[in-house]
């Protein structure tokens, strides 16, 4: 809990960065999170206690919010995933339509720029299925309209990285001026 109740001060850590180590850490348990904490360090260079003691510095932290199983959309009959962009009257993020969380095909919500209001991320046993979430979406007031993108392949999809991207290339059209 973050909030002061009742003028109690919580104890918290004080905040700090992600260094380079944690970095390493991250990297190792998004790859898998059952790793001992003999293993971690042996990874990442630190003693069993030292990985343990930075992991959990981690969790308190919030950098670590939980830990997740990833299950294949094949076993649990889910094998189609699309991308719903979705249209409404005035601000999207409303409590109707917010209640579409309720259903476990719905994966994430996001409220967006761009010319559209609100993308879901949804995988559903079929066209059918896809079908009747729309006909659920088109039922909350202030939908206007949507648009599914039905994904045939994925090529890549993974977690947040703990990596950073330090220096981008520039773009071969911006490498020499223009006089």
């Known amino acids: 809990m973050d909030e002061e ?13 992600v260094d380079a180590i944690d970095r390493k850490i991250l990297g190792v348990l998004v790859e898998d999170a059952t790793v001992s904490y003999a293993e971690l360090g042996d990874r990442v260079g630190l003693s069993p ?6 992991v ?9 919010r939980g830990t997740a199983v990833i299950i294949d959309p094949n076993a649990v009959r889910k ?7 979705i249209d409404t009257k ?3 993020k ?12 719905v994966e994430e919500i996001h409220t967006v720029a761009g010319d559209t209001c609100v993308l879901l991320k949804v995988r559903t046993e079929d066209p059918r299925a896809l079908e009747g979430l729309l006909s659920r979406l088109y039922e909350t007031p202030g939908v206007t309209s949507t648009r599914s993108y039905v ?7 993974r977690p ?5 991207t330090t220096q981008w290339p520039t773009p071969q059209h911006m490498s020499r001026p223009l006089y």
């Not at 409303?94 to 095909?105: D, G, H, K, V």
């Open 5 to 17: 109740t009742d003028g109690i001060r919580q104890n918290r850590p004080a905040p700090r960065d």
């Open 49 to 54: 206690p030292a990985a343990h003691e930075r």
């Open 56 to 64: 959990k510095r981690l969790r308190r932290s919030g950098a670590i």
């Open 79 to 85: 094998p189609l995933l699309a991308f719903v962009h």
């Open 90 to 92: 005035g601000w999207g």
């Open 94 to 105: 409303t409590p109707e339509l917010m209640a579409i969380s309720q259903y476990p095909e």
């Open 151 to 157: 994904v045939l392949s994925t090529y890549l999809e």
């Open 160 to 164: 947040v990285q703990p990596g950073v």
